[in-house]
């Protein structure tokens, strides 16, 4: 029965050809730290559509995934994750000043102003 050889002997087998005119600095050198992971095959649904993970949040499974900037509503802003205040202050600001129906939008809107705003000053 034929050894299998660890990663850190085929390392040294490596090295030690690499550098064969100099084996003093072959054996000076260390391995890399490196993470192996078994291959593994699944079948049917893993998570649902577009999930990144699911976290317990008051007791509750939720679903996290990504959505698009320009597709947040003033109802959905409260149901954002993230730990970035100022993205939600100014979220909550644009949907005060005036009545958008989401980010997107707001961002059109602003856009075609800037365009007006040029267009004026040529």
Do not use: W
Not at 8 to 31: C, I, Q, T, W
Not at 82 to 98: C, G, N, P, V, Y
Request: aromatic content about 6%; charged content about 30%.
């Amino acid at each position: 029965m034929i050894k299998k050889k660890s990663c850190e002997e085929l390392y040294r087998e490596n090295v030690a050809s690499l550098y064969k005119g100099d084996p003093k600095f072959a054996s000076s050198l260390s391995m890399p730290v490196i993470s192996l992971k078994p291959d593994h095959k699944y079948r049917g649904t893993i998570t649902g559509e577009e999930a990144i993970r699911v976290k317990e949040i008051d007791g509750k499974l939720i679903k996290l995934k990504r959505k698009s900037i320009s597709e947040i509503t003033a109802e959905s802003i409260n149901s954002i994750y993230t730990d970035d205040k100022i993205l939600i202050d100014s979220l909550k600001t644009i949907f005060e000043q005036a009545d958008y129906k989401d980010v997107g939008d707001y961002l059109k809107r602003l856009i075609s102003i800037s365009l007006l705003q040029v267009a004026a000053n040529v």
